[in-house]
């Protein structure tokens, strides 16, 4: 079988992720994937509660 390309095993990885799932174990993990599922786990929470909560607070008394 042809190996994915990195962009559909990165593609992979973000939608399980989105959908809360583990993502399928690579046999053969490559290290790129790897450090690019570490970003986009850390990206996934983002922005923060307490960012959103300003922002909402701002944006209602721009226009109330």
Known sequence: M???SLALQLDEVVQAMLVSLRP???KAPDRELASLARVAQELR???RQEFR???KSDLQREHP
Do not use: G, I, S, V
């Open 2 to 4: 042809a190996k994915r």
């Open 24 to 26: 399928r174990p690579e």
């Open 45 to 47: 929470d983002l922005p």
């Open 53 to 55: 909560e300003a922002l």
